[in-house]
């Protein structure tokens, strides 16, 4: 009984304690690596940094008749989609195998604590029963669809009820002493602590470094706990803390404080090797960012979920884990399976994002629909901003940022970028998802990193957003794609912010003064694609999306 007692007390009150706090200190800590970045950034690598010069007159002065230049909103055009249906389409498939397979490990995690729950439940296989259960033991599926598919979530949620709709609904009407409070109380017993805790760690603002510190926590506060009981289980143990302490004029209080800091803090050591080893595994291209926030959804549900089968016996504490672990090995057989189909050196294509960086969570909205997506067709290149520098950050970097090597993700000089460019990382992750190349550069290297990045690309989405005459380096940004990207390639992104005059006449002005070695010097009919967003909603989304793979289309 005493075990069992442990198991539901010291155990919730370690993955509730650990959440909260992963919570507090994701944020403080994404905090200071935001601000450490934009300090970083506006320092100097120390090299003179020289705008690309031509030697070479301007169209006009050559031809003297330039040809006129429309600028056009794509998003009111739908047949300059047409291009990218098919690399659109294939991107979705390779998207929606992923989702499945992650959806497949989800299912055969349900059916491990469903039969679990039926064992320890007895009575015999009711088919009703189980079907209810399978389906209260899928809401992490849900969660995770919301992470992983892009789109309106509220229409995947709402699917979720209506099948535990119809299903309690039949129970309901097959067993009379069932109650609709019990089944909404046994979904909340089963789901709530869960839901409630993934939001400490796996929510928009944290998400990116919020797995890691679970795992750093988890540990830390075991720890704590731990300690306490080695001692409170000693009396002789007990006596002699308790004298050293009152010896130095601790109070009891005190004493008990310090020995839960000390145990979070020995076995907080013992953690920082899992967070290093997860790092390597990441850079080794074992494991995604992606792959790590679903397997800490996935084994917090776990551990909760265990918890309503202990009373029984306290055995069934390791239903949770069993669970964890079939979903991980379904995922991995699926994925292996899935990479004998394709090619899992294929480079893809890349996207370069350019944004004007106050845009903030404007940014961050646009950037997360579209990675989705892109990332089943290619890399994305990115120079690192304030606007997502916390909702890029891989993992590690972020160690780096807590081991005091930031320093080291910093462009240092042109030789180093022309190694950092040929070194993309270029091929996708086991989960076929690819990755984002963000590129830490100070300001007198940010010209030529972009300048080497556009030279890679394949396509180009530059977000305009709230651009106006302050967003000088827009203007160079702009200058030099005109001057050195074929525009088919190239879509600018705007809204109401957008100071729409002001980009109408810089791009005129441009283009009056382009390159003859531009690769838009021969263009009879020179368009500028300008995307018009009003919203985020999923079929405005897709039309930008096939914009975009239209203009990776035009590179063949």
Not at 41 to 57: E, H, R
Request: aromatic content about 10%; glycine content about 8%.
């Amino acid at each position: 009984m005493e075990l069992t007692v442990a198991l539901t007390g010291a155990l919730p009150a370690v993955i509730i304690v650990s959440a909260v706090l992963t919570a507090i200190v994701s944020v403080f800590l994404l905090w200071l690596y935001r601000r450490a970045v934009v300090r970083a950034m506006s320092g100097q690598a120390g090299i003179a940094a020289i705008p690309k010069q031509s030697d070479s007159p301007a169209i006009a002065g050559q031809s003297g008749v330039s040809p006129v230049l429309a600028i056009i909103d794509a998003s009111s055009r739908p047949e300059l989609a047409s291009h990218g249906g098919a690399a659109y389409r294939q991107a979705k498939h390779s998207l929606n195998r992923s989702a499945g397979i992650y959806a497949l490990g989800g299912l055969v995690y349900a059916l491990v604590l469903t039969s679990a729950w039926m064992v320890t439940a007895g009575g015999g296989f009711i088919v009703l029963r189980f079907l209810l259960l399978l389906s209260y033991y899928s809401w992490p599926m849900v969660l995770a669809m919301g992470l992983l598919v892009p789109g309106n979530k509220v229409r995947i949620v709402t699917a979720y009820f209506a099948t535990i709709l119809v299903i309690a609904c039949v129970t309901l009407f097959r067993n009379a002493d069932l109650t609709v409070g019990q089944v909404a109380y046994l979904w909340l017993f089963v789901n709530g602590p869960g839901s409630l805790l993934l939001l400490a760690f796996l929510n928009r603002h944290v998400r990116a470094v919020g797995p890691l510190v679970l795992s750093f926590m988890v540990a830390a506060v075991t720890g704590a706990v731990i300690v306490v009981n080695i001692v409170g289980s000693s009396e002789g143990l007990m006596r002699g803390v308790a004298g050293a302490g009152f010896a130095i004029g601790l109070e009891a209080t005190t004493i008990f404080v310090l020995l839960h800091l000390a145990g979070f803090a020995l076995f907080g050591l013992l953690g920082w090797p899992l967070l290093r080893w997860l790092g390597r595994r990441y850079q080794d291209k074992k494991m995604s960012d992606q792959s790590i926030s679903l397997a800490a959804l996935w084994l917090l549900f776990g551990v909760l979920h265990s918890f309503t089968l202990v009373f029984e016996n306290w055995m069934w504490i390791f239903t949770g884990p069993v669970a964890f672990v079939a979903y991980k090995l379904t995922v991995r057989c699926g994925f292996s399976v899935l990479a004998g189909q394709q090619r899992t050196d294929d480079p893809g294509s890349t996207l370069l994002l350019l944004r004007v960086f106050a845009l903030g969570k404007k940014s961050q909205r646009l950037f997360d629909v579209i990675s989705k997506v892109w990332l089943h067709s290619g890399s994305i290149s990115l120079i690192a901003g304030p606007d997502l520098v916390t909702a890029t950050v891989e993992p590690h970097e972020f160690l780096d940022f807590i081991g005091g090597r930031l320093s080291r993700q910093f462009v240092q000089g042109e030789k180093d970028l022309v190694q950092r460019v040929s070194h993309l990382d270029t091929k996708p992750d086991p989960d076929g998802r690819h990755r984002v190349n963000e590129f830490f550069c100070r300001a007198d290297t940010w010209q030529m990193a972009m300048e080497q990045l556009a030279q890679r690309c394949d396509a180009v989405l530059m977000d305009l957003r709230s651009f106006s005459k302050s967003n000088r380096g827009c203007l160079y940004e702009l200058s030099h794609l005109m001057n050195s990207i074929p525009l088919e390639r190239v879509l600018l992104v705007i809204d109401d912010s957008t100071d729409q005059a002001f980009l109408e006449m810089t791009v005129r002005e441009i283009w009056q003064n382009l390159e003859v070695t531009s690769p838009n010097a021969a263009l009879s009919r020179p368009v500028v694609r300008c995307f018009a967003v009003k919203g985020h909603d999923p079929l405005e989304m897709e039309k930008l999306l096939l914009m975009l793979f239209g203009a990776r289309a035009a590179v063949a």
